[in-house]
T-cell receptor, first 110, second 112 residues
Framework: GEDVEQSLFLSVREGDSSVINCTYT??????LYWYKQEPGAGLQLLTY?????DMKQDQRLTVLLNKKDKHLSLRIADTQTGDSAIYFC??????????FGTGTRLQVTL | EAGVAQSPRYKIIEKRQSVAFWCNPI?????LYWYQQILGQGPKLLIQ????????DSQLPKDRFSAERLKGVDSTLKIQPAKLEDSAVYLC??????????FGSGTRLTVV
């Protein structure tokens, strides 16, 4: 089945850009997602990209997809303290099954 | 549009007791998912329904977990008997197509 991997932790300074990386294994994955989860809260969909796209930009968020390497990244421009959270990468594989990564904890320092 | 409703919000039980969670998906969403999220981990799919049929339950511990989706709408997830390692947040999600997933707020289960 699908396996989604992420690094566990990222620390950036306020105002800098953050780049969170993700790799997945199922080359037939059709949609790839980024979710944000704040402490004690539910999953908030940030953005998604269809597998036939290379890039998607939405305000401060930029998603890059390298389908050949099965690599997905999320860039947050001008990172703010409110961006501190856990970010999950997820991929839709066979039969619309959504598989999540382990999550990357983003810490924003002043 | 109303979101995915889950109840209860929190539940504390003793090990070996039983517990049930309820989920009401977005109206018209054919696919319903139950995920388990253990603290510090990503959500893990337990079971996926398409209408009232099971599509994938490969990671559901069937000796203690059961789930049903009557009439292809609401769903319940039951644990009987609960173990300490079942302490987690149980998330319900629904989707109309393969990209429009909506998650509920979850039920936080603590087994003591």
């Amino acid at each position: 089945g699908e396996d989604v991997e992420q690094s566990l932790f990222l620390s950036v300074r306020e105002g800098d850009s953050s780049v969170i990386n993700c790799t997945y294994t199922d080359s037939s994955s059709t949609y790839l997602y980024w979710y944000k989860q704040e402490p004690g809260a539910g999953l908030q969909l940030l953005t998604y990209i269809f597998s036939n796209m290379d890039m998607k930009q939405d305000q401060r968020l930029t998603v890059l997809l390298n389908k050949k390497d099965k690599h997905l990244s999320l860039r947050i421009a001008d990172t703010q303290t409110g961006d501190s959270a856990i970010y999950f990468c997820a991929a839709t594989g066979t039969a619309s099954k959504l598989t999540f990564g382990t999550g990357t904890r983003l810490q924003v320092t002043l | 549009e109303a979101g995915v409703a889950q109840s209860p919000r929190y539940k504390i039980i003793e090990k070996r007791q039983s517990v049930a969670f309820w989920c009401n998906p977005i109206s018209g969403h054919a696919t319903l998912y139950w995920y388990q999220q253990i603290l510090g981990q990503g959500p893990k799919l337990l079971i996926q329904f398409q209408n009232n049929g099971v599509v994938d339950d490969s990671q559901l511990p069937k000796d203690r977990f059961s789930a049903e989706r009557l009439k292809g709408v609401d769903s319940t997830l039951k644990i009987q008997p609960a173990k300490l390692e079942d302490s987690a947040v149980y998330l319900c999600a629904s989707s109309l197509q393969s990209y429009g997933y909506t998650f509920g707020s979850g039920t936080r289960l603590t087994v003591v």
